[in-house]
Each structure stands twice: as structure tokens, then as C-alpha cells.
């Protein structure tokens, strides 16, 4: 098993980050933006405290300029929890926001959104608008498409709610063009099959973007800031070509835009745009190829989750500004620590999406949080501040639950020994990271290990805690984690049968035909994990080219149009999948669901990019697969009923977990005591969960 992150010289120091930087009349102290995020609270004024003290946060972790989320233009542009530009309470909460952030000395862009064909008919009440009555694949319902009257009404709404803003002390404002939302749905042809002046040609096509930004030139006048969120690829085959994209940008520049920032990707992509499978920096050569093609300032955002690569793009000068979003969710302090030298005390966001647009996309929506750092989202319900009293503190385990358990007590002043009986940190956390795709959870290992010894907990590695040890502290915080459960099966204790855990953690060696019971997140985990290897991520060439996107990009050079080297492949490393054994025999893999769904328990905005990797890397999958035996020959079972036998050398066991909970029972009269995490309860467990349970267990202290 790997050891150590892929990443090891990580600089400390960003000076192409630290330059001032200017979008129209906006002076900016750095390049470090905060992107737009949909939190799912807005517009709830039950929640507003919430929302003043998320943003403020961020404030004060240096964000140069903070994107709100998306405020609705008009009513059915919007959705359950967005705020609606048409509501006057809505329009009081908005300007409440911006004068508590700008009282905190913040500059804050209020975003125009209209969500078109992707909103929902039953959150709008009505039945959603597009430029042609053209089905949506992410909300599985037909629009209507919209009559002159309804375009002209839309040109209106985006020029008041753009005066609205100025008005109410916003400093710039951002017009949602990209994602596939309805001004991006009149730019593609896929979408927009209007027979009007709305459609057909690309300057038609463009017509509703650029009379918007002329409505809104009008409303505010000539120095207020307003940049457009346009998209550089929509990833969508037969959509917006690359020619029409960089003519839009231009057009876009030429209306009096002041800066653009470029989205990736519809909801409807099969392209992975946000999952960690994308490498870092990986669509920046897309945000280079617009940058050579104007003279404006452009802003970059998908993958660029830590200051090195950001830095490394500004300095190719590929962009101008970073706007990553989600990456504020894993630390507010994300630019502060950036140029402050604080590299190491960043918690980067690892590209999960377990808690944050899982949590969003939700049918109804969950507010947003963050699976690095539960705390997101409620900085107003645990403010940082230090306990009452100063506690001995006994965390056992020094997994996802007992990490953030010992962060967050020794954070609020308790003095923390955390015991690991293993002789290294990090338990399912270093499972996962073994995982291709997973890497990033390096990230989160090194952050805890950092901040538990910045922090001053006494760690003690290869230590069994004892009952005595433990009741010599004043709260115990029990989170000795899980093991692999073991099926009840006849020929489970064969000796081919390994558990996930042998094997990602390297005691057993890979087989040459390997049959993965159980398909659940660690099931598919394992399966790729044999399929790929545990290698570095792909390059950004090798990714691009896979996705045969390459706008601007030119494979044969290795640069962007404009640009240098990648700053990314350089970053990552190339990697190469390899499903061959050690002796390079080429290995079978076979995943068995016992459900009718493969990947069911991983979260619904990875869950088909997990699924196309099984299919790409040509994994068997089977399901309604009922296990009965193992055998020497591999594992029996049915399906429908159906005898069948699955040829193998190797059986991995990915059925479930039980808890680990040696202690517990011991230590019951303990005047405190809680068992968190897995150890607790394993279903529906994950590194989220873990890790918030520790949070909330410790803050309880
Ligand atoms: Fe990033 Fe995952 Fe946190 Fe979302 S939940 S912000 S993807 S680390």
C-alpha cells in the first residue's frame, strides 16, 4: 500500500495569486475569487443568520470578490430555496447580505440566474421555460417554449434585478450563462430549435445573451461590473461548437462585459466536469483557449482546487482570477491561507460531492455542507470558539471519525491523546486513497495530520488504549472504526476469499480473475482499484483526449492556443490504467450486485461517472445476483432463479461492515463517553458521516 500522497513539493508562496488584479472598475487585492454555489437555504429567512455567517467567513478568509449563489431573475426561473429576485423579502434578505459583508469589508457579486428547461415544474409551479419545447434529461420533463412576449419579459427581469443590485450595495454582477441553463440552452443548437430571430444561426442564437447584457449596460450604466458566466465547452455532442464559442466570447466582450468566467459541462454531460476523476486543472486549457481570443479578464474554476495549480495558471497566463466554489466549502479560508504562506493548513476540497452537490441536487434539496469540513454551511450554529472549560480528552482510533473528533477538541482547547493501533494514521481514509480517482483523499490525511500536530495532540501510534488508560481521562471519544463483515456463506473462509480491506491496504496480492461480491461504493472502489491500479491521476492531455475535447487544445504540441506546457500534468504526473496482473496477464473482473442496480449507495452526481469507469474499463457487472457458495472454482449463486457459476481466483468480499466496539461495553459507566462513526453504526456509512459525527461529538465537549 501507498504511503504518501502523490503530491509532495507543493510551494508555499503564489505570487502570480498575490498580484492585484481589475474586472472593469473593480480593483481586486489578488486573483483569488469565490465562485458561485448554490446553497440550498436562500431565500428561507429562518436560515438568513446561516447565510450571513457562511459568507462572512469567507469574508474573512480573504475571498477578493464572493459570487452568491444564483438569485432567480424572475419566478420560473428558479426553484424550492433560491432566491427570487421578484419577492420583495427575498430582495430585503439580498440587501441585508451585502451590507453585512461589505460592513465586514467584502465585495460581493450578486449572480443572475434563470434556470430555463432545467427547473422544475413542481418547485416553479408552471411549466418550465426554453427556447424550444425540447425534453431535459436532468429534470425528466418537457418545457414550453417561450413566446416573444416571454423573451422580452426575461430581457427585463435580468436588467431590474441587475439595478436592484446596485442599488442595494452589491459591487458587480454576475449573469449565469453556462451549465446549461436557459441562457446557455439559446446558444446551443441542441436545445434551441426556434424558427424566430431567437434561433437558427449563431447570431440569433446569441441574440437573448447579448440583449441581456445590453439591458443590463442600460440599467446600470457604463462603470458597474458585470461579468458573464459563459460556457467553454458544454460537453454535449452536437451543442455550441469551439469557432461559435470564442465568436461569443468576443461578442460578449464587444457588448461591454468585463469579465468572463467560464463554466464546463451541462447537467445532462456524460462528461465528468466536478468529480475527482477530472484532474486538477483540467479544463484550463478550454478557459486558455477563450483568453487568447480576448482582451478582457477570464476566470477559471473547474478542478482548481489548490493555490499551486491556480498559481501555475495565472502565471502561463492561461487565466486572470481563480473562482473555485467548492474548495471555500472544504476551508473558508481558502485564499487567506493561500498568501499567507499556509499551504499545509489548507483543507482541500477533495471533489467528492458527497455533501455538497449531492446534497443540493437532492429531490427536495439538503443545504450544502462539506464532507472535509462538516462544519460549512452551519458556522452559525458552532461558532469557533473555545469551550467553557479545558478537558482531558481520549479519542481511540485514528480514522475519518476519531481525526476530526481530536482536530475539533484540541481546536476548542481540550488537551487530546488520540491512540491508533495501527502504526500509521488515516483507517478507510487510506483504503480510499489507494482507489485511482481517490487520490485526493491524500489531501484530507495530510490536512489532519498537520493540524492534529499544529494543534498539539499527543498521537500515539501502535497503541492499543486500555480500559485503565481511558478512564484516566475525562471524556473518551470511542471511534475504533469497522471491520469487513463476512457473508454467511458455506466456503467463506476459503483461502481464496480476501476482504476489501486485505486487499486495498496490500496484505493480499491482486488474483488473475477476481469476483467482487458486493457492488456497493466499496465494491466499485475495489473493481477499479484492480482495473486501474493504484496510479497517479491522468493527465490533463490524456483526460481531454479521452473526452475528445479539445477546444484550443492541441494534442500534437502539448499547449493550449496561447499558453505553455500544462500546469497540471505537471502537477499530476501521468498515470496509465492497467487491469494486468503483476505479471502483466490481463485480469478479469467480475462485480456482483445483489440488487438490481450497480453503485446504488454512491452519491447521485458520481454515481454515472463510477458506472461509465466500470463499463470503460470493461468490468463485468451482474446483478439480482444471490450468492449461495464459495467454491474452489469461484462463487455460486442465482440470477432469476437461475443456477450459475462465476469462474474465479480470487473472491473479494465487499458485503458490509460490522462495528468495532471492543471497549464500549467496558467503559458503559464512563461519565462521558461517545461512540462515533462506523463504530456506532455502520449502515449507510461514509467518510462523510464519520467525520461529522466526530465533529459534532467533540464540539459537544
Ligand atoms: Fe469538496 Fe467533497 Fe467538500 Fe464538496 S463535499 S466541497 S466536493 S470536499
Given at each position: 500500500?501507498?504511503?504518501?500522497?502523490?503530491?509532495t513539493?507543493?510551494?508555499s508562496?503564489y505570487?502570480?495569486l498575490?498580484?492585484?488584479?481589475?474586472?472593469?472598475?473593480?480593483?481586486l487585492p489578488?486573483?483569488?475569487l469565490?465562485?458561485?454555489?448554490?446553497?440550498?437555504v436562500?431565500g428561507?429567512?429562518?436560515?438568513?443568520?446561516r447565510l450571513?455567517?457562511f459568507?462572512?467567513?469567507?469574508?474573512?478568509?480573504?475571498?477578493a470578490?464572493?459570487?452568491?449563489?444564483?438569485?432567480a431573475v424572475?419566478?420560473e426561473?428558479?426553484?424550492?430555496h433560491?432566491?427570487?429576485?421578484?419577492?420583495?423579502?427575498h430582495q430585503?434578505?439580498?440587501a441585508r447580505?451585502?451590507?453585512?459583508?461589505?460592513?465586514?469589508?467584502?465585495?460581493?457579486?450578486?449572480?443572475?440566474?434563470h434556470?430555463?428547461?432545467?427547473?422544475?415544474?413542481d418547485e416553479?409551479?408552471?411549466?418550465?421555460?426554453?427556447?424550444s419545447?425540447?425534453?431535459s434529461?436532468?429534470?425528466?420533463?418537457t418545457?414550453?417554449?417561450?413566446?416573444?412576449a416571454?423573451i422580452?419579459?426575461?430581457?427585463?427581469?435580468?436588467?431590474?434585478a441587475?439595478r436592484?443590485?446596485?442599488?442595494?450595495?452589491?459591487a458587480?454582477?454576475e449573469?449565469m450563462?453556462?451549465e446549461?441553463?436557459?441562457?446557455?440552452?439559446?446558444?446551443?443548437?441542441?436545445?434551441?430549435?426556434?424558427?424566430?430571430?431567437?434561433g437558427?444561426?449563431l447570431?440569433?442564437r446569441?441574440r437573448?445573451?447579448?440583449?441581456?447584457?445590453?439591458?443590463?449596460r442600460?440599467?446600470?450604466?457604463?462603470d458597474?461590473?458585470?461579468?458573464f458566466?459563459?460556457?467553454?465547452?458544454?460537453?454535449?455532442?452536437?451543442s455550441?461548437?469551439?469557432?461559435?464559442?470564442?465568436?461569443?466570447?468576443?461578442?460578449?466582450?464587444?457588448?461591454?462585459?468585463?469579465?468572463?468566467?467560464?463554466?464546463i459541462?451541462w447537467?445532462e454531460?456524460?462528461?465528468?466536469t466536478?468529480a475527482?476523476v477530472?484532474?486538477?486543472?483540467?479544463?484550463a486549457?478550454?478557459?486558455?483557449?477563450?483568453?487568447?481570443?480576448?482582451?478582457?479578464?477570464?476566470?477559471?474554476?473547474n478542478r482548481i482546487?489548490?493555490?499551486?495549480?491556480?498559481d501555475?495558471?495565472?502565471?502561463?497566463?492561461?487565466?486572470?482570477?481563480?473562482?473555485?466554489?467548492?474548495p471555500?466549502?472544504?476551508?473558508?479560508?481558502?485564499a487567506?491561507?493561500?498568501?499567507?504562506?499556509?499551504?499545509?493548513g489548507?483543507?482541500?476540497?477533495?471533489?467528492?460531492n458527497?455533501?455538497?452537490?449531492?446534497h443540493?441536487?437532492?429531490?427536495?434539496?439538503?443545504?450544502?455542507?462539506?464532507?472535509?469540513n462538516?462544519?460549512?454551511?452551519?458556522e452559525?450554529?458552532?461558532?469557533?470558539?473555545p469551550?467553557?472549560s479545558?478537558?482531558?480528552?481520549?479519542?481511540?482510533g485514528?480514522g475519518p471519525?476519531g481525526?476530526e473528533?481530536?482536530?475539533?477538541?484540541?481546536?476548542?482547547?481540550?488537551a487530546?491523546?488520540?491512540f491508533?493501533?495501527?502504526?500509521?494514521?488515516?483507517?478507510?481514509l487510506?483504503?480510499a486513497a489507494q482507489?485511482?480517482?481517490k487520490e485526493?483523499?491524500?489531501e484530507?490525511?495530510?490536512?489532519y495530520?498537520?493540524?492534529?500536530?499544529?494543534l498539539?495532540?499527543?498521537?500515539?501510534?501502535?497503541?492499543?488504549?486500555?480500559?485503565?488508560?481511558?478512564?484516566a481521562f475525562?471524556?473518551?471519544?470511542?471511534?475504533?472504526?469497522?471491520?469487513?463483515?463476512l457473508?454467511?456463506?458455506?466456503?467463506?473462509?476459503?483461502p481464496?476469499?480476501?476482504?476489501?480491506?486485505?486487499l486495498l491496504?496490500?496484505?493480499v496480492?491482486?488474483?488473475?480473475?477476481?469476483?467482487?461480491?458486493?457492488?456497493?461504493?466499496?465494491?466499485?472502489?475495489?473493481?477499479?482499484?484492480?482495473a486501474?491500479?493504484s496510479?497517479p491521476?491522468?493527465s490533463?492531455?490524456?483526460?481531454?483526449?479521452?473526452h475528445?475535447?479539445?477546444?484550443?487544445?492541441?494534442?500534437t504540441?502539448?499547449?493550449?492556443a496561447g499558453a505553455?506546457a500544462?500546469?497540471?500534468a505537471?502537477?499530476?504526473g501521468?498515470g496509465?490504467?492497467?487491469?494486468?496482473?503483476?505479471?502483466?496477464m490481463?485480469?478479469?473482473i467480475?462485480?456482483?450486485?445483489?440488487?438490481?442496480?450497480i453503485?446504488?449507495?454512491v452519491?447521485r452526481?458520481?454515481?454515472?461517472?463510477?458506472?461509465?469507469e466500470?463499463?470503460?474499463?470493461?468490468?463485468q457487472?451482474?446483478?439480482?445476483?444471490?450468492?449461495?457458495?464459495?467454491?474452489?472454482?469461484?462463487?455460486l449463486?442465482?440470477?432469476?432463479?437461475?443456477?450459475?457459476?462465476?469462474?474465479?481466483?480470487?473472491?473479494v468480499?465487499?458485503?458490509?461492515?460490522?462495528?468495532?466496539?471492543e471497549l464500549w461495553?467496558?467503559?458503559?459507566d464512563?461519565?462521558?463517553?461517545?461512540?462515533?462513526?462506523?463504530?456506532?453504526?455502520?449502515?449507510?456509512?461514509?467518510?462523510?458521516?464519520?467525520?461529522?459525527?466526530?465533529?459534532?461529538a467533540?464540539?459537544?465537549?
Amino acid at each position: 500500500m501507498s504511503t504518501s500522497a502523490p503530491w509532495t513539493l507543493i510551494p508555499s508562496t503564489y505570487p502570480a495569486l498575490a498580484q492585484p488584479g481589475r474586472i472593469g472598475s473593480l480593483m481586486l487585492p489578488h486573483r483569488i475569487l469565490m465562485g458561485s454555489m448554490h446553497l440550498g437555504v436562500e431565500g428561507d429567512s429562518a436560515q438568513e443568520k446561516r447565510l450571513h455567517s457562511f459568507y462572512a467567513e469567507r469574508v474573512q478568509g480573504g475571498a477578493a470578490l464572493i459570487i452568491t449563489g444564483g438569485a432567480a431573475v424572475s419566478p420560473e426561473g428558479g426553484g424550492d430555496h433560491w432566491f427570487c429576485l421578484t419577492q420583495p423579502d427575498h430582495q430585503r434578505q439580498l440587501a441585508r447580505l451585502a451590507e453585512h459583508l461589505h460592513a465586514l469589508g467584502g465585495k460581493v457579486a450578486l449572480q443572475l440566474f434563470h434556470a430555463g428547461r432545467y427547473a422544475f415544474a413542481d418547485e416553479i409551479g408552471a411549466t418550465p421555460w426554453a427556447p424550444s419545447a425540447i425534453a431535459s434529461k436532468f429534470t425528466r420533463e418537457t418545457p414550453r417554449a417561450m413566446t416573444r412576449a416571454d423573451i422580452r419579459a426575461t430581457v427585463e427581469a435580468f436588467a431590474a434585478a441587475a439595478r436592484f443590485a446596485r442599488a442595494a450595495g452589491f459591487a458587480a454582477v454576475e449573469v449565469m450563462g453556462s451549465e446549461g441553463y436557459l441562457l446557455n440552452q439559446f446558444l446551443s443548437p441542441l436545445t434551441n430549435q426556434r424558427q424566430d430571430e431567437y434561433g437558427g444561426s449563431l447570431e440569433n442564437r446569441m441574440r437573448l445573451s447579448l440583449e441581456v447584457v445590453a439591458a443590463i449596460r442600460d440599467a446600470t450604466g457604463p462603470d458597474f461590473p458585470l461579468l458573464f458566466r459563459m460556457s467553454g465547452a458544454d460537453c454535449m455532442p452536437g451543442s455550441t461548437s469551439w469557432e461559435e464559442t470564442v465568436v461569443f466570447a468576443q461578442r460578449l466582450e464587444q457588448a461591454g462585459v468585463d469579465a468572463l468566467n467560464i463554466g464546463i459541462g451541462w447537467h445532462e454531460s456524460l462528461v465528468p466536469t466536478v468529480a475527482a476523476v477530472v484532474p486538477r486543472g483540467g479544463f484550463a486549457p478550454v478557459v486558455a483557449g477563450i483568453k487568447a481570443a480576448v482582451r478582457i479578464p477570464v476566470i477559471g474554476a473547474n478542478r482548481i482546487n489548490t493555490p499551486e495549480v491556480a498559481d501555475r495558471l495565472i502565471a502561463l497566463g492561461w487565466l486572470d482570477f481563480v473562482a473555485p466554489a467548492r474548495p471555500w466549502l472544504a476551508d473558508a479560508a481558502f485564499a487567506r491561507k493561500a498568501l499567507q504562506g499556509d499551504r499545509a493548513g489548507l483543507n482541500v476540497c477533495i471533489a467528492c460531492n458527497q455533501s455538497c452537490l449531492d446534497h443540493v441536487m437532492d429531490r427536495p434539496p439538503r443545504p450544502a455542507s462539506c464532507l472535509a469540513n462538516p462544519r460549512a454551511g452551519q458556522e452559525y450554529d458552532w461558532p469557533l470558539a473555545p469551550a467553557r472549560s479545558s478537558r482531558r480528552v481520549a479519542v481511540v482510533g485514528g480514522g475519518p471519525a476519531g481525526l476530526e473528533a481530536a482536530r475539533t477538541a484540541a481546536q476548542r482547547g481540550h488537551a487530546v491523546t488520540l491512540f491508533e493501533a495501527m502504526p500509521v494514521l488515516g483507517g478507510q481514509l487510506r483504503l480510499a486513497a489507494q482507489v485511482a480517482g481517490k487520490e485526493e483523499f491524500w489531501e484530507t490525511l495530510r490536512y489532519y495530520q498537520h493540524e492534529l500536530a499544529r494543534l498539539g495532540v499527543e498521537v500515539r501510534l501502535n497503541t492499543r488504549a486500555s480500559v485503565q488508560d481511558l478512564r484516566a481521562f475525562d471524556a473518551v471519544l470511542l471511534a475504533t472504526g469497522v471491520a469487513p463483515a463476512l457473508p454467511d456463506l458455506p466456503g467463506v473462509h476459503l483461502p481464496h476469499v480476501v476482504s476489501y480491506s486485505d486487499l486495498l491496504s496490500g496484505r493480499v496480492a491482486a488474483g488473475r480473475r477476481v469476483a467482487i461480491l458486493g457492488a456497493g461504493g466499496i465494491g466499485c472502489d475495489v473493481a477499479l482499484y484492480l482495473a486501474k491500479g493504484s496510479h497517479p491521476p491522468a493527465s490533463v492531455q490524456a483526460f481531454l483526449a479521452h473526452h475528445r475535447l479539445a477546444p484550443g487544445w492541441s494534442a500534437t504540441t502539448g499547449t493550449a492556443a496561447g499558453a505553455g506546457a500544462s500546469p497540471a500534468a505537471a502537477a499530476n504526473g501521468a498515470g496509465s490504467p492497467a487491469a494486468t496482473t503483476a505479471q502483466g496477464m490481463p485480469r478479469t473482473i467480475t462485480l456482483l450486485a445483489r440488487s438490481q442496480r450497480i453503485a446504488a449507495t454512491v452519491g447521485r452526481t458520481t454515481r454515472w461517472v463510477v458506472r461509465s469507469e466500470l463499463h470503460e474499463l470493461g468490468i463485468q457487472t451482474l446483478t439480482h445476483f444471490q450468492a449461495k457458495a464459495v467454491v474452489d472454482e469461484g462463487i455460486l449463486g442465482t440470477v432469476h432463479g437461475e443456477e450459475r457459476l462465476i469462474p474465479a481466483d480470487q473472491v473479494v468480499i465487499c458485503t458490509g461492515q460490522v462495528p468495532r466496539r471492543e471497549l464500549w461495553e467496558e467503559l458503559a459507566d464512563h461519565p462521558w463517553l461517545r461512540v462515533i462513526g462506523g463504530a456506532r453504526e455502520t449502515r449507510g456509512l461514509n467518510a462523510a458521516r464519520a467525520i461529522r459525527e466526530g465533529f459534532e461529538a467533540a464540539y459537544e465537549l
